[in-house]
């Protein structure tokens, strides 16, 4: 379909389920094509639903409160897309004010797991901040960032700020800022790059250096 920008798998299935040999089978797949205007130029798409979305939040919260209260954990209905290895971020905020953010930036685990991992790591384990309490539960927001794999580039000209977020690594100084942290501040691309040097710990024209090594890459913000 002409101009079509996302997709949707509807049922997939094959003749062995018939059949009952599965050694030699046909495969049958239904889709939905459809183009999505709203959807901006540049943004990531993982195929996420809003279903997707809102058990990813539950876990979030359900994580959260369950180590707050000492609750046991719940099971979910999890989709295919949340059982896929994702690199993700989880960001709280309390009144506006950032309250803690943690991430994977590698894919190590199914993507409902990483976004439970990251839940506690940015309630409880952030150590810009104390541990999140019990009396804080009801004012969390929370900000779910999944990642696409990193691009290295060769010309910071490439970086654009409102899209991209950035990964810096020299020698044993490495940082990241997340694509909304740029268009939140109202930064531009020289400013992003200061600011993400600073976060490796490193000065704010280090972007510069020769041995420096400069990954973009882009976030499902939900």
Not at 15 to 31: F, M, P
Not at 42 to 48: C, E, P, S
Not at 137 to 160: A, H, Y
Request: proline share 5%.
């Amino acid at each position: 379909m002409l101009g079509a920008n996302q997709t949707q798998i509807l049922k997939y299935s094959n003749s062995g389920e018939i059949s009952g040999d599965y050694e030699r089978v046909v495969g049958y797949l239904s889709a939905a094509i459809w183009k999505n205007a709203a959807q901006k130029k540049g943004a990531a798409d993982f195929g996420l639903s809003d279903e997707d979305k809102k058990v990813l939040h539950q876990i979030v919260r359900d994580t959260i409160e369950g180590k707050c209260l000492k609750k046991p954990p719940k099971a979910y209905d999890i989709s295919p897309t949340l059982k896929e290895l994702r690199g993700a971020f989880v960001t709280l905020h309390k009144h506006g004010q950032l309250r803690g953010c943690i991430g994977h930036i590698v894919a190590h685990f199914p993507l409902a797991e990483t976004i439970s991992r990251m839940a506690t790591a940015a309630a409880f384990e952030d150590p810009r901040f104390p541990p999140v309490t019990a009396e804080e539960l009801k004012d969390l927001e929370i900000e779910i960032s999944v990642l696409t794999p990193f691009q290295k580039i060769s010309n910071v000209e490439e970086i654009q700020v409102g899209v991209h977020g950035i990964y810096m690594k020299k020698g044993f100084h490495s940082g990241l800022l997340l694509p909304q942290v740029a268009t939140e501040y109202k930064w531009d691309r020289k400013t992003f790059l200061e600011q993400t040097c600073r976060k490796a710990g490193l000065p704010g024209d280090a972007w510069k250096a020769q041995d420096m090594e400069i990954y973009v890459f882009s976030a499902d913000i939900f």
